[in-house]
């Protein structure tokens, strides 16, 4: 391997893993230090392996009622099994997302941004996430209401509330990424 495919291989493993990141290069100073490919290794994962443990629930549980909606549109499960096995998971995902991102917002970020001042408008981008997502959740909670009180079978609420879980699986997506390549350094290198 040449001098300069190593180093090509170094430029790019500091990318974020996002390829539609809104982070900024110079909010990228800890990400450097701390790549994603030290995120798990020993002299690290007891400060990081919790936040992304959450964030890996959180995809699972996206993954699983993307799924559920997925085979009901497609025809794969009746109304019957679609309602019964998305309406519990729609609220306890609600409620998971929400616990989250309270704590973030009341005590990790302010903490973080007085640690490092530069990152400030980087995690006004995932509080402003926050708030749309939260906009989206209401949409879901609403949706998931009129699922749990529907007599017979209702196509355009099954693709109402499909087409919001797509909504929230982009929007979340991203914001877990870019929320990961902020935070863990953080966690990881104090």
């Known amino acids: 391997m040449t001098a300069s495919t190593q180093n090509m291989k170094s430029q790019d493993a500091l990318l974020p893993r996002h390829p539609d990141t809104r982070l900024e290069a110079d909010w990228l100073f800890l990400y450097e230090t701390l790549p994603p490919t030290k995120w798990f290794s020993a002299e690290y994962v007891y400060k990081t392996s919790g936040w992304l443990n959450i964030h890996a629930d959180i ?36 409620f998971k997302l929400h616990q989250h991102h309270s704590i973030e917002d009341n005590n990790y970020f302010p903490a973080f941004i007085r640690m490092y001042p530069p990152l400030k408008t980087g995690f006004e981008i995932l509080d402003r996430d926050h708030v749309r997502l939260d906009g989206l959740l209401h949409e879901l909670q609403a949706l998931n209401g009129q699922l749990a009180t529907s007599e017979g079978e209702n196509k355009v609420l099954g693709e109402q509330l499909h087409k919001t879980l797509i909504d929230v699986s982009n929007l979340l997506s991203q914001h877990l990424s870019d929320e990961e390549d902020l935070v863990i350094p953080i966690l990881g290198l104090n």
């Not at 549109?73 to 306890?92: M, V």
């Open 59 to 94: 995809r699972k549980r996206q993954h699983i009622l993307t799924q559920i909606s997925d085979a009901y549109q497609s025809g794969d499960i009746d109304w019957a099994q679609y309602r019964s096995q998305i309406l519990p998971r729609i609220n306890q995902y609600i």
